[in-house]
């Protein structure tokens, strides 16, 4: 990783939590490895009347709080601290934006950053098209000769729905080159995502099978065992659908089914994935109801704690139809993976916290050893563990040791953990290194943006439209309504539980 170049970083929204618990912990990190640039600063924004010192003391509160390092070096910490300030402003008021601008030239000069400067929005998504235009109005867009790079970035959701996306990037577009605009995703962010490309594209083992000949359909689960704790109000407008499928999991889903790139290169990369979702099958109003199955989380029991159900939760509305579990099966129309089914699956109060990818290979043509076993059982599956206990497993059958041929499956795995010299970076940490150096490779494009929301806006448009539609409610705690299993059709063929329940000390997962 190399360092970066000598700028200052904006964050819009400094006092959040999202600052607090992801941004100035990975920050910290950065540092400490040597990651940052020599002149750096970060000026934090917010409405709250703070001094440069207070906000100094509350983000070394925060590292003290949120940080993995519990034996920081204190000079180290200081020095850190040390590069912080504050900007008292109104988002909402053009007129407070000179303030920022003064503070940012007088810390130019001092620091000789060249005019380089990286704006982070870390505030609610109604600012998005507003910060960014007023930024604009005073010149603080301007990357023309001798006033540096301006980089800006985006936290999700971008846009509520179609047109909304589209309107934003429109607004955007106007003030800002596309190469300027960072349209972040954690999950993009994650090693074990980006591993995917390294184990399909490196490995010769893994890439002739990677087609509709060898797969017989690919299922990624994102389940949460919490529920919308104390985000019942932006929730309850929101729904799993945004919050998880439109974004997070059809990216995992364009790096799982892209062609191999011409060159490692961000446009080049990106435009594969592009692709992936160009080549997604529409949903007409008739497919969804059967294609997708929408649930809502109801009170229950879990190890002797009453749990609320969703619309007992805080900011939720008491007759809500927002969906807390989305089920999908999904084609992608294109030579690679014409026929096989994509299966994704996320929903909150869930029975444990996991992402994976499965790719469930087919069964092969004559069971010699697999008879009376289910296509589940009888097929070699590679699991791609992406939170927790990052890793790859690959499941293949084995003789049972005896007389006869009975057979078990067993697994081959690869555990990040068991690196331990090389910690596994949180994914703020590696995107915001990524921004720093000018690398878009993990940072979705307006035309794949938008290319997302065309595909999932017939289903919103038909649960807005259709109220026959049912949204069924599943006890907290489990995985999620029955009726999601009525997608996959192919006798034989289930949801995998990536995690067994052991006793009433809960649940732990394989990998």
């Known amino acids: 990783m190399k360092r970066a170049e000598n700028h200052i970083l904006v964050i819009f929204g400094a006092l959040g939590d999202l600052t607090k618990r992801k941004l100035i912990p990975a920050l910290f990190e950065l540092k400490k490895q040597d990651m940052l640039p020599e002149n750096f600063a970060i000026i934090g924004t917010g409405r709250t009347k703070t001094s440069d010192g207070e906000f100094r003391n509350k983000m070394r509160d925060a590292l003290n709080e949120y940080s993995e390092d519990k034996e920081r070096k204190k000079d180290l910490v200081d020095n850190f601290i040390g590069s912080l300030y504050f900007c008292v402003m109104d988002f909402k008021d053009d007129s407070d934006y000179p303030g920022l601008k003064k503070k940012l030239e007088e810390l130019e000069k001092n620091l000789k950053t060249g005019g ?3 704006f ?11 910060i960014p235009v007023d930024l ?18 985006i936290e999700k959701p971008f846009g509520y729905d179609l047109k909304t996306a589209k309107e934003l990037n429109n607004k955007l577009l106007k003030h800002y080159e596309e190469n300027q605009i960072y349209r972040i995703d954690h999950y993009l962010g994650k090693e074990t995502v980006q591993n995917i490309l390294v184990t399909r594209f490196s490995n010769g083992i893994f890439e002739p099978l990677w087609n509709r000949n060898y797969v017989n359909h690919v299922e990624i689960t994102s389940s949460e ?7 019942g109000g932006y929730y309850d407008g929101s729904g799993a659908l945004r919050d998880m499928i439109q974004n997070h999991l059809l990216q995992v889903t364009g790096v799982i089914a892209m062609e191999p790139p011409a060159s490692f290169e961000s446009n080049a990369i990106r435009n594969e994935t592009l692709k992936v979702f160009q080549s997604l099958r529409p949903m007409k109003p008739e497919d969804v109801e059967k294609n997708v199955i929408r649930g809502q989380y109801a009170e229950s029991t ?38 096989v089914p994509f299966y994704i699956r996320t929903g909150k109060r869930l029975p444990t916290r996991v992402t994976e990818v499965v790719i469930h290979f087919k069964p092969t043509p004559h069971q010699l050893f697999g008879r009376g076993k289910t296509v589940n059982e009888a097929c070699n599956q590679l699991v791609i563990r992406i939170q927790p206990d990052e890793g790859i497993l690959l499941k293949f059958g084995m003789k049972t040791p005896g007389s006869g041929y009975n057979i078990q499956n067993v ?31 993990l940072f979705a494009r307006a035309d794949a943006v938008e290319s997302c929301w065309q595909f999932v806006q017939p289903v ?36 995998r539980y990536p995690c067994k329940n052991l006793s009433d000390d809960g649940l732990y997962c394989e990998l």
């Open 302 to 339: 879990i190890k002797g704690e009453k749990v609320s159900g969703y619309r007992e939760e805080k900011g939720v509305k008491k007759d809500s139809r927002t969906e807390t579990f989305v089920a999908m099966k999904l084609f992608i129309d294109n030579w690679r993976w014409g026929g």
């Open 411 to 441: 697994n081959m795995d690869f555990h990040y953990s068991d690196l331990k010299e090389e910690p596994l970076p949180p994914a703020y940490e590696r995107l915001l290194h990524d921004c720093m150096i000018g690398d878009s490779t």
């Open 136 to 153: 604009a109005r005073h010149g603080m867009n301007d990357q023309s000769k001798d006033k540096g790079w301006k980089r800006i970035i």
């Open 460 to 495: 919103l448009n038909a649960w807005r439209e259709n109220k026959k539609i049912k949204i069924y409610g599943y006890p907290a705690g489990t995985w999620g309504p029955e009726h999601a299993d009525t997608l996959i059709e192919e006798p034989g063929i289930t949801w």
């Open 225 to 231: 065992s919490i529920g919308v704790e104390n985000r």
């Open 120 to 130: 982070y929005l870390a505030t609610p998504p109604s600012l998005y098209g507003v």
């Open 116 to 118: 380089n400067v990286t």
